[in-house]
């Protein structure tokens, strides 16, 4: 246990993105809370990858390019083993989405919560009338099922603003693939014994637009949950 939860050197802010770089404004949100800034290019456009590059010298955050797109969950996989390798390792990574929908001003949150769980996630069950309807239903969905197949009851399990430390961030296998390996994580770590929590936060869609495929990406998800 952490007295008073994460200090914020000790953390990362991990930001994945596909289409086109994170805003200024979440950058320098984001590290005003944590330590340092990995941005992981997940097979962006030229133009957009040099424009990433610019923006994250301007801000001081690191970035990782991949060559290709394979998925959110091959970006975070990639990002969090980056980390690992690195000479001084972090104590947690806050991991955030790139296209506005979380609030790096929520990061104290999450640093709190992780003084005793080692698996903290975003929860917009409290705000469920702002999420659009198919994303609503699959989430709600993922988690009655995930919750059946674990013998718990699970907030949000979809929630992408999540931080990770100690067995869920080095011990269970952060799984490639696309939106479905947050789940699969989940449920690893809950199998696992490993400490989960969720802290409130607002379910915002202010029309940015986002690489989730409504149903594509939902089934894949509740395969996740069922498997």
Request: glycine share 12%; hydrophobic share 50%; proline share 8%.
């Amino acid at each position: 246990m952490r007295p008073g939860g994460l200090r914020p050197p000790e953390v990362v802010g991990l930001v994945p993105c596909h289409r086109r770089p994170p805003g200024r404004k979440l950058l320098e949100g984001l590290l005003a809370h944590v330590g340092a800034v990995l941005v992981v290019d997940d097979g962006m456009p030229g133009a957009a990858a040099r424009s990433l590059d610019a923006l994250a010298g301007d801000v001081g955050a690191d970035v990782l390019h991949l060559a290709r797109n394979a998925g959110k969950g091959h970006a975070l996989a990639a990002g969090i083993a980056c980390l690992l390798s690195a000479p001084r390792r972090p104590g947690a990574v806050l991991v955030v989405d790139s296209d506005g929908q979380h609030d790096p001003a929520l990061a104290p949150r999450f640093l709190a919560a992780g003084a005793t769980a080692e698996l903290v996630i975003g929860d917009r069950f409290g705000d469920l009338a702002a999420m659009p309807l198919i994303r609503r239903a699959a989430n709600q969905v993922a988690s009655l099922v995930l919750g059946a197949a674990v013998g718990a009851p699970l907030r949000d399990t979809q929630c992408g603003m999540r931080l990770l430390r100690d067995r869920a961030l080095i011990e269970v296998a952060f799984p490639a693939g696309g939106y479905e390996s947050e789940t699969s994580h989940l449920k690893r770590c809950l199998r696992a014994g490993v400490p989960v929590a969720w802290v409130p936060i607002p379910a915002v869609y202010d029309g940015e637009p986002s690489s989730f495929r409504p149903f594509v990406d939902a089934a894949r998800v509740l395969r996740a949950a069922l498997g």
